[in-house]
């Protein structure tokens, strides 16, 4: 399940990069460059039409948060990074279930290689005792992956929100934002050949055509301010470009390191999260299995591999504003994993001390038996078998007794003691008819004594 989501999510935001990437200046947004600027700005606005998407429902508060968190900080990057730590604080809740749910399940890996192991190549009965087994410990075997990707969805409406800054973080409507775009486009100003991200870059400029904007009848009741994207000397509103040997001057240089930072940062949060993880990997007995925490956590190779290189994709194709977000999430989730780490670990390390003890009552009263038997053994060296069951135990008993009760019986009565070759019906041609019906003279013949004397006369 959680393969499947992480493929769906990737191929949704390679797709969306893909586009964006892909995206260039339209014919009409060359013909906005050669009109004059008020024109532009009017023809703009009547080919524009003002609608409200569903995905507005997330994205317009997104754009009040960022906007307010931008007129707090007055810095572009810091306002994402407070709008981060935000975000990961509202989802603290589903964070920690999220995890639990984790945790449960790399504690169970032993477990779960145990049973493997138990049924070997019985597919079906492996998996239905797995089931069970996550069953009996509550654990839920989509609860630590879908809630982990929630970050990933809210970086959708996030990318809208930093793409059209004049649309929801200055709260205009869509065809006084595509007339201010318009206007400052036809101002003489390039705004790149990527027109998925002319608006950003149009609202870098506004406070150098703010007055003008004001004169012009479809934006003179626009709500107007002036951005600055800059950030550390980097020009968060740009794209970065992977092609390094081109780079001049810092402010290139390090629009080159944002993404890369952005996807070690995702490598090594996601390698410190695994490896607080594994720690917790105990078996039935309550002690650690690090042989089982490392296989559970090579299943996990495809998640390390696919979340750093979609960061580094996001990150060349994008604005490095989305990266700083990225960025700003993994510090988070690292200093939040290990805060529920060492939270989570204290319960555990109860629990196992719990098993431990269990354990080792089981183990000493085993110890105990294996060493009454033993001693049994060495009281009876000549029974074969001394681990019968209680009936067996019974009837030994019984006969032992019977044999018991016939030597003390022939001790005191020597002359009872019948001889070992006369059989037991008295009758040697019919030596074991004997029973309860037995009849002595029931086979005589007629005329003849049963003890084999002469036969009567009458």
Excluded at 38 to 48: F, H, I, L, R, W
Excluded at 75 to 104: E, R, T, W
Excluded at 161 to 182: G, L, Q
């Amino acid at each position: 399940m959680k393969k499947i989501v992480i493929c769906v999510l990737a191929l949704l935001l390679v797709v969306l990069c893909a586009g964006c990437a892909a995206a260039s200046t339209s014919q009409q947004d060359a013909e906005y460059a050669t009109m004059e600027p008020a024109a532009a700005a009017e023809k703009a606005a009547a080919s524009t039409e003002d609608r409200t998407s569903i995905s507005d429902i997330i994205r317009v508060p997104f754009g009040y948060l960022l906007d307010w968190l931008y007129q707090f900080s007055r810095n572009y990057g810091l306002a994402l990074i407070l709008f981060s730590a935000i975000v990961k604080i509202v989802l603290l809740p589903l964070s920690i279930k999220s995890k639990k749910s984790m945790l449960k399940m790399s504690r169970i890996s032993p477990q779960v290689k145990a049973l493997e192991a138990k049924y070997g190549d019985d597919k079906q009965k492996y998996q239905a005792a797995v089931m069970q087994l996550y069953k009996d410990e509550g654990v839920s075997t989509t609860g630590g992956c879908l809630w982990s990707f929630i970050p990933l969805l809210i970086l959708l409406p996030l990318y809208y929100v930093i793409r059209e800054p004049i649309t929801y973080m200055m709260h205009n409507s869509r065809s006084v934002s595509a007339a201010i775009v318009a206007f400052i486009r036809a101002s003489g100003v390039d705004l790149g050949r990527n027109s998925f991200y002319a608006q950003l870059a149009a609202a870098g400029h506004i406070g150098e055509f703010a007055d003008q904007l004001r004169a012009v009848a479809v934006t003179a009741s626009a709500k107007l301010q002036e951005m600055n994207f800059n950030f550390l000397g980097v020009d968060l509103a740009a794209v970065p470009s992977y092609r390094f040997w081109e780079c001049e001057g810092w402010s290139e240089i390090g629009l080159f390191l944002v993404p890369l930072v952005s996807a070690a940062s995702q490598a090594v949060s996601m390698l410190i999260s695994q490896k607080m993880n594994s720690q917790v990997a105990t078996n039935a007995d309550g002690e650690r299995d690090a042989e089982a925490a490392k296989t559970a956590n090579q299943t996990n190779m495809s998640m390390m591999l696919m979340m750093p290189l979609m960061s580094l994709w996001i990150g060349f194709s994008m604005p490095a504003a989305l990266s700083i977000y990225w960025i700003a999430q993994a510090v988070f989730t690292t200093l939040q994993e290990a805060f529920l780490n060492k939270h989570f670990s204290r319960i555990y390390e109860e629990e196992d001390a719990a098993r431990q003890a269990s354990a080792a009552a089981r183990r000493a009263e085993e110890a105990e038996k294996e060493r009454l038997r033993q001693l049994r053994r060495e009281q009876n060296p000549d029974a074969l078998n001394d681990n019968v069951s209680k009936k067996k135990l019974r009837q030994q008993e019984k006969e032992a007794a019977e044999k018991a009760a016939r030597d003390y019986a022939l001790k005191k009565n020597p002359a009872s003691e019948e001889p070992e070759d006369r059989p037991l019906s008295g009758d040697p041609e019919r030596p074991f008819s004997r029973g309860r019906a037995y009849d002595p003279t029931r086979y005589a013949r007629k005329g003849s004594r049963a003890d084999g004397g002469e036969p009567s006369e009458e």
